[in-house]
């Protein structure tokens, strides 16, 4: 057997082998499957922004008005005016004095990361960051200290134990595969009295927390406070790409040093006039950010009344913890028997005995639609024994979930 046979049949015998699923259709609250109709529960498209008649005309009208590609790194073609719009709006909206856009989150929070901590420096980064924060950070060359998941405590020692070296503590906003927030008060505490920065990263909140969608720092009463904001344009906002705000300063060093920025081809003009148009709606449709709210809402609690264990979530991404990798994936394929997609998510996104589905709520699903998927969740985990799927309610006569 060649090594890439070996390393597939590994990945095959330890249940941890992925495969690319073919859907139709945009990415709505329903898909096409397989040929079949499914309630789509595993899609960051948490506004439904992505397939907006707004949005898809403001990308329609930016390829017709400007092209399709950017043509270069923008040091070196040039830097579109669109591109500066974009970067002002959305320093507007997150409270910072600059921004800069990136091709997409992983390559803002590798490049980010990397820039502003080299070797010598001490990044602080929480155990359950997102993969692109961690490949950051190890990029950056600095010295690594993983504190316990929202543990301000345990970061407190390892600031002292970094003495003057810290230079950096990273964390996601909203934890990606679990929906729970980091605790950004504490956080900022501590950056200040170290004397470190604070990199946030927003991926997860935007769009869904804090007033008009501004995100977990905005929620927290915290904008402007945190130095570092990272966010993707590929979730909440229903495109693709990304975006730092911090100071004019830091932002002038990351086009200097971000070697993302520097070495990789502008975001095209269709995916920034979306953008643009996406973060104009929020601002007229603050309603969406509450229903999406709502509907995250209905979900935990429906879940929760069906004895499925979904961790700390608080936000519209809700893990059902399974713990074996194959047994995520079962309960995934007979949830998906029961109409509901939903993604088994399995080392190394997340840790060992950890394995789960993860679900994640859009504001257009309907309160039906999300019932219906906890009884057919609810029914799969009891069906399985995993999860601490307890009966259908049908089974045990308890009331409806609220
Ligand atoms: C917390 C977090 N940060 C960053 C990213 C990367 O963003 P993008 O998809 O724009 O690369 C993701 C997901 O993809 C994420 O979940």
């Not at 990308?59 to 970067?87: F, N, P, Q, T, V």
């Not at 020692?157 to 996601?172: C, F, P, Q, S, Y």
């Not at 643009?276 to 969406?288: E, F, K, N, Q, T």
């Not at 509450?290 to 499925?308: C, D, T």
Request: proline share 4%.
């Amino acid at each position: 057997m060649t090594d890439v046979a070996e390393r597939l049949a590994e990945l095959r015998r330890t249940g941890l082998h992925r495969r690319l699923r073919l859907i139709e259709g945009p990415q709505g609250p329903r898909v096409l499957l397989d040929g079949a109709e499914v309630l789509l529960l595993c899609s960051n498209n948490y506004l439904g922004l992505a397939d907006h008649p707004r949005v898809r005309q403001a990308a329609a009208e930016a390829a017709e008005r400007l092209g399709a590609g950017a043509g270069a790194s923008r040091l070196i073609s040039g830097s579109m005016a669109l591109h500066r719009k974009l970067e002002g709006r959305l320093a507007e909206f997150k409270g910072s004095e600059a921004a800069l856009l990136f091709g997409s989150g992983y390559l803002a929070n590798t490049g980010t990361v990397a820039a502003l901590a080299g070797r010598g420096d001490v990044i602080l980064s929480d155990e359950l960051n997102h993969a692109s924060l961690i490949d950051g950070c190890r990029l950056s060359r600095a010295e690594i200290f993983v504190y316990r998941h929202r543990d301000l405590e345990h970061l407190e020692w390892g600031l002292h134990e970094a003495g003057g070296r810290a230079r950096m503590i990273v964390t996601d906003g909203v934890f990606s595969m679990d929906g729970d927030v980091a605790p950004l008060g504490g956080l900022v505490e501590l950056a200040r009295r170290h004397r470190c920065l604070l990199v946030v990263d927003e991926a997860h909140g935007t769009g869904a927390l804090g007033p008009g969608g501004r995100g977990a720092a905005a929620a927290a009463g915290l904008s402007g406070e945190v130095d570092v904001v990272v966010g993707t344009l590929g979730k909440a906002l229903g495109g693709y790409g990304a975006y730092v705000c911090a100071s004019a300063e830091i932002v002038d060093l990351l086009v200097n040093t971000a070697r993302p920025f520097i070495y990789s081809t502008a975001p095209p003009p269709p995916s920034v006039g979306a953008a643009l148009a996406a973060l104009s709606l929020l601002a007229d449709r603050p309603g969406l950010v509450e229903q999406l709210r709502r509907n995250a809402a209905i979900l935990r609690e429906a879940l929760v009344a069906r004895g499925l264990k979904i961790g700390g979530s608080r936000t519209q991404i809700v893990p059902v913890i399974v713990g074996d990798p194959r047994r995520a994936t079962a309960l995934s394929e007979r949830t998906l028997e029961g109409g509901v997609f939903a993604q088994a998510i399995r080392p190394p996104t997340v840790p060992a005995g950890s394995s789960r589905l993860r679900l994640t709520v859009m504001a257009n699903h309907r309160t039906d639609e999300l019932r219906a998927a906890a009884r057919v969740i609810g029914r799969a985990a009891h069906e399985l024994g995993v999860a601490g799927g307890g009966a259908p309610e049908e089974l045990r006569g308890l009331p409806r979930a609220a």
